[in-house]
């Protein structure tokens, strides 16, 4: 079986899965990938960690992060999976005063695949000229307002499955804090996808409402002259799962005259867990030059392989 025949396989057959487990309904790590897939290329380069930072792809993690834009941000995403499957995501934040406003968007498409029915399972089966096809969607909107040194905010989200002819959706509610300690340490913490269940060809699952705490760390200060250096640590903890741990050192250096910012990337994280398990270590490298910023991250998983994500962000401040 080819590796995107495994995995769309994998993907139709979650509604048995998802009924074998219906008991136990505090189980949240089960389904959903997409809201525990990590799609912003530096997050993911750093070991998932997201929570504490700034910028619109925060949002992600903590809605408090709309209230770090500086004026307006846009950042896209993607990856390449395998055969034409693919996943990214979109975020767009504006900051008014002291309000921040966001609208984020990620997907995950595996493609499609020829319907086979089969005959007496003795042999390949019978094509029926229908396609089968997986793809998830999730959308947040975000506000947020800041409040001195700490910022707050709150988050609407929607989440829509499609497998094969049926499809499903819930809405939730996610909450987040962040603040600075000093002029060199953030701070943050969120509850995410508090909400009901999702349904699928008539069987439920609990979104996975996911408690997150992180923090980022720059030794020498954010205006440093030539030298770049920051470290950052996340919590998350999807209920029904274990916790997960992750972290990673972002090191670069400045060009003064320029005012190019390049940086390399190092982490290190617990097992994502759910269908898409990440190897523990987690490479990355960015550029930026004034308002545009270009990052890359590499992490393996145990079903998808080596992974490459690209992300494009533009900051009018």
Not at 159 to 164: D, E, F, G, Q, R
Not at 198 to 203: C, I, K, S, Y
């Amino acid at each position: 079986m080819r590796p995107r025949h495994a995995v769309l396989a994998l993907a139709l057959a979650l509604p048995a899965a998802i009924r074998a487990q219906a008991i136990d309904r505090s189980n949240g790590a089960a389904g959903a990938p997409i809201l525990q897939l990590s799609t912003a290329p530096r997050a993911a380069a750093l070991g998932g960690a997201l929570t504490a930072a700034s910028g619109v792809t925060s949002i992600f993690a903590n809605p408090a992060g709309a209230a770090t834009v500086q004026h307006f941000e846009a950042q896209l995403a993607g990856q390449a999976l395998f055969e034409g499957s693919k996943a990214g995501s979109m975020a767009v934040g504006w900051r008014v005063h002291s309000v921040g406003l966001a609208l984020g968007i990620r997907y995950l498409d595996l493609g499609s695949v020829d319907e086979v029915v089969c005959n007496g399972c003795g042999g390949r089966g019978t094509a029926t000229g229908q396609s089968l096809s997986a793809n998830e969607e999730a959308f947040a909107l975000v506000g947020a307002v800041e409040l001195g040194r700490a910022s707050v905010g709150a988050a609407l989200n929607y989440y829509s499955t499609t497998l094969a002819d049926a499809s499903g959706g819930a809405a939730s509610l996610s909450a987040g804090v962040r603040g600075r300690v000093s002029e060199k340490l953030a701070v943050g913490a969120s509850v995410q996808y508090v909400g009901g269940d999702v349904n699928v060809a008539g069987f439920g699952a609990p979104l996975p409402r996911t408690v997150r705490a992180g923090a980022e760390f720059q030794p020498l200060g954010p205006t440093h002259e030539r030298l770049h250096l920051l470290l950052a640590a996340d919590y998350a903890a999807v209920r029904g799962a274990p916790g997960r741990v992750g972290g990673g050192l972002e090191v670069g250096l400045r060009d003064p005259g320029s005012g190019l910012l390049a940086v390399a990337r190092l982490g290190v994280a617990s097992s994502a867990g759910g269908a898409f398990a990440t190897r523990p270590v987690t490479l990355g490298v960015g550029l930026r030059l004034r308002q545009v910023s270009l990052d890359y991250a590499y992490e393996g998983s145990q079903l998808l392989g080596s992974q490459h994500r690209l992300g494009l962000t533009f900051t009018a401040r």
